[in-house]
């Protein structure tokens, strides 16, 4: 009963949302040759009234060509097209060259426009809200995906083609300003790993793989803390460790026992005052964990806007992508048609928010049958389409856990590059601290 009366009163709610004549003095100001003013902050969907999206759309086209935008070139592009009438005419273009005297409020009337757009897109997602609260009866899941209509509505923008001159353009510009050292990239913090790979970037999958027992969550806990210590906010979700857990094993890290001593108190007083230390000094540090057990991919997005919105975000860590609580649909009717799909919908999660992803994964038992353990691309477990959506995949690989008496594996794990969709495959060497889980570079193995 609720969404059929909120669906009733849609078309009026919108319809109360626009203002005509802030519209038209934008035009007039795009006309007056304001459009590179307004162009960063109206889109031609921001418009209410179908005729000026019509009418922008070509004063976009006019100025993409690098020419000037009036009354004559924007009705030769609106002709051209075949798209006068849908503009209201010539004599309602020609009124809108003559509706304001000069282009200098463009800006105001950009913000009118563009508010009232974003108006109209929250009571659309409140109509869609309602219509999900009579249909998704998990209560959590209900709230993710309401608040990912929320953030959608109020915080993006529809995304358009743009050409691929302005990409390179934008692109160069930024690596002058960054040409000094800064980099995009999340480094890991490992010195041969970030030579390797030269860090996660935004907008890509890495997939860090590994069996029982090779160290994966360590590694990505690592990686994390490691991100943040140098000021990068960081979201870290434990689907398989509690909260005390992880601090367990950062304190033990830190304070360079094991993670027993730690559970049992038996530490000396320096090592307390080493762990207070460690308490004191993350602190300072943007790293944020979530150690909800059972999250979907619907939820792990709308936490992350929500983190992104309030203090930033620059990566993301899921340990690990089997325990992710997705539910099966129409179209997933096997565990690894879900597992692909949930690998897709992190991908596009970290392409929305400009932001890696790395989501560690399990391997599958055929690495075992192999003769050297070694694993490779067809040991990633549940999904071939893993391999497929992932930018990156990493594998993790200590020897010494299969062969513990032979020397040359001792203290050493290999971080194997199988994939990397803009680099070489290969692989680097760490150093790994079986006793405090660890891993450092091997040139500063003397400082674990």
Not at 116 to 134: F, T
Not at 252 to 261: C, E, K, L, P, S
Not at 275 to 288: H, M, R
Not at 375 to 389: T, V
């Amino acid at each position: 009963m609720a969404g059929g009366k909120a669906k009733q009163m849609f078309p009026e709610m919108l319809a109360s949302l626009h203002d005509r004549e802030a519209e038209q003095a934008l035009l007039g100001c795009c006309l007056l040759g304001g459009i590179d003013a307004v162009r960063e902050t109206v889109r031609p969907g921001d418009f209410y009234w179908p005729q000026h999206q019509v009418i922008y759309r070509a004063c976009l086209a006019v100025a993409d060509r690098n020419q000037p935008v009036d009354v004559v070139t924007v009705a030769g592009e609106l002709r051209d097209a075949k798209l006068i009438e849908k503009a209201g005419g010539l004599d309602y273009l020609a009124s809108l060259g003559t509706a304001v005297p000069s282009a200098n409020n463009a800006l105001a009337y950009a913000e009118r426009v563009k508010t009232l757009a974003v108006r109209r897109a929250l009571v659309r997602a409140g109509v869609e809200i309602v219509e999900l609260a009579r249909e998704v009866e998990d209560v959590e899941e209900l709230f993710a995906q309401a608040q990912a209509k929320l953030y959608a509505a109020a915080i993006e923008t529809p995304s358009e083609p743009i050409k691929l001159a302005e990409a390179i353009e934008q692109r160069l510009h930024y690596l002058e300003e960054t040409k000094d050292g800064e980099t995009e990239a999340v480094l890991t913090g490992f010195r041969d790993l970030d030579k390797q790979t030269g860090g996660l970037m935004p907008g890509t999958l890495t997939v860090l793989a590994g069996r029982p027992g090779m160290g994966k969550s360590a590694l990505g806990l690592q990686v994390a803390i490691q991100a943040a210590e140098k000021g990068r906010p960081t979201l870290f979700f434990s689907l398989e460790m509690t909260a005390e857990e992880l601090a367990d094993r950062v304190v033990a890290m830190n304070v360079g026992v094991d993670t027993m001593a730690i559970r049992k108190r038996i530490l000396e007083p320096s090592e307390w005052q080493k762990a207070w230390d460690t308490w004191s000094t993350v602190g300072t540090w943007p790293i944020y964990i979530d150690c909800t057990p059972t999250v979907s991919t619907a939820q792990i997005k709308a936490r992350c806007k929500k983190m992104q919105a309030r203090v930033g975000l620059d990566l993301v860590v899921v340990d690990y992508l089997q325990r992710v609580n997705d539910k099966p649909t129409q179209v997933t009717r096997t565990r690894n048609e879900l597992v692909g799909l949930m690998t897709k919908r992190l991908k596009s999660l970290a392409l929305e928010l400009k932001v890696p992803v790395l989501v560690l994964c399990q391997l599958n038992r055929g690495v075992e049958a192999t003769q050297d353990k070694r694993p490779g691309l067809a040991h990633l477990r549940d999904s071939g389409e893993i391999e497929q959506d992932a930018d990156n995949v990493w594998f993790v690989y200590r020897p010494e856990y299969y062969w513990p008496d032979k020397r040359e594996h001792q203290g050493k794990a290999e971080v194997i590059i199988a994939k990397q969709r803009n680099g070489p495959t290969g692989s680097v060497w760490l150093h790994f601290n079986r006793a405090l889980v660890k891993f450092a570079d091997l040139s500063m193995r003397e400082a674990v």
